[in-house]
């Protein structure tokens, strides 16, 4: 009972601000800066159609849909491979190899921005979103790697043996009898590069400087010089920002969580 009582506390306190962000961007303005908090209001969706108006609203949105379907689309395609190497082939090299993945899981990618700028600058590859989703691509990497080799080591050998026995080549077996067993861990993997990709700031902050190379991340900043005041649209872009990361994990919730917990213990 006690567990239960505080995961409802826990609940609530994660979940407020999400309310209180979507709770606001319904509100008439008057009601949104009040000394006292109002719960009961009247909707009101004025404030969606002066989020979404701003000048290259829908550049913002296609640039960061680009990038991120992109970079997770690219990790999980190398990540296959690559994890598959590691959970089942044996070379020299090989801990090698896994201890350089951690190491890039683990590294603060911010730190690296100024260095990242004027590689990219002496290439001449800034204001470019291949770039951009090269770079988020590299970012989503090693977490993708590790989770998938966690679960390729799980499959049982026995499986792809028989395949083999069976007449089937490396890369048959590989697609007929791993591959339809990974899609946890394909979910997971893919929802956790999603949301950061789709949330990075630094990156784009720094690499991006044309309004035409921009994403939906860096555009939220503007919206106090773009409105003043206008705490309602600021809400209302904040909030459709926000949908599509609730609808993916939404709809992958169940074997992401299940699919990160199994690819961390196995193998």
Known sequence: MGKNVLALCLAVLFLFPVYWMFSSSLKPSSEILTKDPVFVFVPTFEHYPTATGVDRFWTYVANSLTVTIGAVLLALIVALAASFAIARMRFRGRKGIV??????QMAPWEVMVIAMYMIMRDADLLNSIPTLTVIYFVMVLPFTIWTLRGFIAAVPKELEEAALIDGCSRTQAFFKVIFPLLAPGLMSTSLFGFITAWNEFAMVLILNKDAEAHTLPLW???FQTAFG?????????SSLFTIPVLIVFLFLQRRAVGGMTAGAVKG
């Open 99 to 104: 201890l350089a993945v951690m190491l890039a």
């Open 220 to 222: 939220l900043t503007q």
């Open 229 to 237: 005041s206008d705490w309602g649209a600021t809400m209302a872009a």
